[in-house]
């Protein structure tokens, strides 16, 4: 039988410091909270992750210890080992806060293999992609069901988000979606 896959929508920015993290946290509780269904939110920032300290967690490994694995071996029941309930509704996958550990071999593969357990394991993920400096960046844009862009008011930053939906239109194009901006 072929099992649905849930709809994904990863949440980028040009750099850091935009509050990427947070709207995807946010998104994925108000998501979790009107709906009342399953939801998933995904820190895939290896070695950047913020979630398990602005939450009160124990610091986890969870991101960097599936993404030491073969790809084979990133399925939905792994992946759900290392997911954390939460109050607010959503299961939240968090990510390391040492990024010198991280080996990045084989990691596009490591990272789609991830984002498909999670999509057949929930409706809806929220996948925090951080920027484009993550690996596999095209290929895991492409696999989303959505990609919301995150910019601030200043001229650099304006610049350089629209070379990122630039590189997104490309992406987009080579994967047969239409991105729409």
Known sequence: PVVPRGHSVGVIGCKGGMGISTLTLNLAAAYAQKTKSEVIAAELRPGQGTWALELG??????????????PSEITPDEVGKHLV?????????LAGE?????????????????????????????LDLG????????????????????????????????????ELR??????GKTINI
């Open 57 to 70: 967690f124990t610091p986890s490994n969870a991101l960097e210890s599936i993404l030491q694995m073969p």
């Open 98 to 126: 040492n990024s010198m550990a991280m080996d990045l071999t084989g990691m596009t593969e490591k990272m789609l293999a991830l984002i498909n357990s999670v999509t057949l394991m929930s409706p809806m993920s929220f």
């Open 131 to 166: 920027t484009a400096f993550l690996p596999g960046f095209e290929k895991v844009c492409s696999v989303c069901s959505e990609v919301i862009v995150v910019t601030d008011p200043t001229p650099t930053t304006v610049s350089r988000t629209k070379v990122l939906l630039s």
């Open 85 to 93: 309930g939460t109050s607010f509704g959503a299961r939240l996958l």
């Open 170 to 175: 490309s992406v987009g194009s080579a994967s």
